[in-house]
């Protein structure tokens, strides 16, 4: 039997370099222009888009490089793609194992290499369409599968030693947790690290937040303890609360760019007013200091212990530089209730929800860009998570023997990082 009796060979079609996009738009499909975009794992990474295709491959069509580095190999694991002239897709229309038809098309490509002593322009319609195949019932397809497999397995037991990551802080790079995994596994993970590691600078700044609102938070505590006196505590509220507004809008400003790039077709909801106010005072302080009116501090017994406040107040009759401020600030601010707003309240109400915001921008981003079989590879360790991983500070994977020198694999450097993108997609997909 010959191959082209048993698949629908699709062969892909330039499009002008000029209609290239480098973002989705909203009717755009991913292009896969060539080898380029099919890795060593046989995983595709999208880097360019077209409004216009002109030869579509649908989801589980199996994709093989024919030009240029010929033999690539994977399987199309999103909705659709227009392909360029160096790949052809492979369509299974009488349902055969794919993994059948992957391995067999490794083989026959090698062969092709072998007569040619691997100096092959490229593969032809009819170099697949020709191409002998031989066809065992669907039960010995996937028999065949599962011997090569295990063969495979074996041969690299031997040459790899693939292991999680976590994080010692006394460490210099990843430390590495007695877990080990196989090939499979190892792929997953470092595939899930490498499309998550651009959430690693957002996980910065919004620890930049984090510290700086803590540091508000411990104010009273340090008065109770006696660390500093309550006229120096509202010196420190006064200081502290105009840090935690640069660093709030640092986290913004970067969020936005981060969204334009990687989500520009998410939606997200409006700016509330508590966010707004955050937004008008921060625009002040890129011209003066913020004028903090420090009325009192309020003290009263309660259940033993007292509670103490620190109202810290802007007023708008002392923002002497209001003039300067853009149009939207200026009126945001003459909509202050009696034209001032209690700054702390404000900074707790805007704290909260920018924990909110970023669990959104996660949630979204991981819904995107993380594919269905490392989902489920996760949902599948989950119990290996909660029992040992989580509580180790994962960050991400390592294969101790690959190429004999040691140390490749994908991990963060921060700790926690992975461990709450790990959880999130435990929320995701409970």
Same mark, same amino acid.
């Given at each position: 039997?010959?191959?082209?009796?048993?698949?629908?060979?699709?062969?892909? !079609?330039?499009?002008?370099? =000029?209609?290239?996009?480098?973002?989705?738009?909203?009717?755009?499909?991913?292009?896969?222009?060539?080898?380029?975009?099919? *890795?060593?794992?046989?995983?595709?990474?999208?880097?360019?888009?077209?409004?216009?295709?002109?030869?579509?491959?649908?989801?589980?069509?199996?994709?093989?490089?024919?030009?240029?580095?010929?033999?690539?190999?994977?399987?199309?694991?999103?909705?659709?793609?227009?392909?360029? !002239?160096?790949?052809?897709?492979?369509?299974?229309?009488?349902?055969?194992?794919?993994?059948?038809?992957?391995?067999?098309?490794?083989?026959?490509?090698?062969?092709?290499?072998?007569?040619?002593?691997?100096?092959?322009?490229?593969?032809?319609?009819?170099?697949?369409?020709?191409?002998?195949?031989?066809?065992?019932?669907?039960?010995?397809?996937?028999?065949?599968?599962?011997?090569?497999?295990?063969?495979?397995?074996?041969?690299?037991?031997?040459?790899?030693?693939?292991?999680?990551?976590?994080?010692?802080?006394?460490t210099i790079g990843p430390a590495v947790t007695s877990i080990k995994i196989d090939k499979?596994?190892?792929?997953?993970?470092?595939?899930?690290?490498?499309?998550?590691?651009?959430?690693?600078?957002?996980?910065?700044?919004?620890?930049?937040? =984090?510290?700086?609102?803590?540091?508000?938070?411990?104010?009273?505590? !340090?008065?109770?303890?006696?660390?500093?006196?309550?006229?120096?505590?509202?010196?420190?509220?006064?200081?502290?609360?105009?840090?935690?507004?640069?660093?709030?809008?640092?986290?913004?400003? *970067?969020?936005?760019?981060?969204? *334009?790039?990687?989500?520009?077709?998410?939606?997200?909801?409006?700016?509330?007013?508590?966010?707004?106010?955050?937004?008008?005072?921060?625009?002040?302080?890129?011209?003066?200091?913020?004028?903090?009116?420090?009325?009192?501090?309020?003290?009263?017994?309660?259940?033993? =212990?007292?509670?103490?406040?620190?109202?810290?107040?802007?007023?708008?009759?002392?923002?002497?530089?209001?003039?300067?401020?853009?149009?939207? *600030?200026?009126?945001?601010?003459?909509?202050?209730?009696?034209?001032?707003?209690?700054?702390?309240?404000?900074?707790?109400?805007?704290?909260?929800?920018?924990?909110?915001?970023?669990?959104?921008?996660?949630?979204?981003?991981?819904?995107?860009?993380?594919?269905?079989?490392?989902?489920?590879?996760?949902?599948?360790?989950?119990?290996?998570?909660?029992?040992?991983?989580?509580?180790?500070?994962?960050?991400?994977?390592?294969?101790?023997?690959?190429?004999?020198?040691?140390?490749?694999?994908?991990?963060?450097?921060?700790?926690?990082?992975?461990?709450?993108?790990?959880?999130?997609?435990?929320?995701?997909? =409970?």
């Amino acid at each position: 039997m010959r191959l082209g009796d048993v698949i629908n060979l699709v062969s892909g !079609r330039d499009i002008a370099k =000029k209609a290239h996009l480098s973002h989705p738009q909203s009717k755009s499909i991913p292009y896969i222009t060539g080898a380029s975009n099919i *890795n060593e794992q046989g995983q595709i990474t999208i880097t360019e888009w077209v409004n216009n295709p002109s030869v579509i491959v649908n989801k589980g069509t199996l994709l093989l490089s024919v030009k240029g580095t010929i033999g690539k190999i994977a399987v199309l694991s999103i909705p659709r793609a227009h392909i360029a !002239r160096q790949i052809m897709g492979i369509e299974n229309i009488y349902g055969l194992d794919s993994n059948y038809q992957k391995f067999y098309l490794k083989s026959y490509v090698q062969e092709l290499q072998k007569k040619a002593k691997s100096m092959i322009p490229g593969i032809s319609r009819d170099d697949l369409l020709l191409a002998t195949f031989p066809l065992p019932p669907i039960t010995e397809q996937s028999r065949i599968v599962s011997k090569i497999k295990r063969v495979f397995e074996l041969i690299d037991g031997v040459k790899h030693d693939y292991r999680f990551t976590s994080f010692q802080p006394n460490t210099i790079g990843p430390a590495v947790t007695s877990i080990k995994i196989d090939k499979n596994r190892f792929e997953r993970y470092y595939n899930l690290v490498s499309r998550l590691l651009p959430l690693a600078n957002l996980y910065k700044s919004f620890n930049m937040v =984090k510290r700086q609102q803590a540091k508000l938070i411990a104010i009273i505590d !340090r008065i109770h303890s006696g660390e500093i006196t309550v006229n120096e505590a509202l010196d420190t509220a006064g200081e502290y609360s105009t840090l935690y507004i640069i660093m709030h809008m640092t986290f913004i400003h *970067n969020a936005e760019s981060f969204i *334009n790039y990687y989500l520009s077709e998410a939606k997200f909801n409006k700016e509330t007013t508590h966010a707004l106010n955050i937004r008008a005072i921060r625009n002040y302080a890129e011209h003066c200091a913020i004028p903090v009116t420090r009325i009192s501090y309020k003290h009263q017994a309660g259940r033993g =212990k007292e509670i103490i406040e620190l109202p810290i107040w802007v007023e708008k009759k002392n923002l002497l530089f209001f003039n300067y401020l853009r149009d939207r *600030n200026k009126s945001i601010i003459n909509n202050w209730e009696d034209g001032k707003i209690r700054l702390d309240i404000e900074i707790a109400y805007a704290w909260e929800e920018l924990k909110d915001y970023f669990d959104t921008i996660k949630k979204k981003y991981i819904q995107k860009y993380v594919g269905e079989d490392i989902i489920k590879q996760i949902l599948n360790d989950k119990e290996l998570f909660e029992e040992k991983l989580l509580s180790e500070d994962v960050t991400g994977v390592i294969d101790l023997k690959r190429a004999g020198d040691g140390w490749p694999g994908e991990y963060f450097n921060s700790p926690k990082v992975l461990k709450n993108l790990i959880n999130t997609i435990f929320i995701l997909y =409970k």
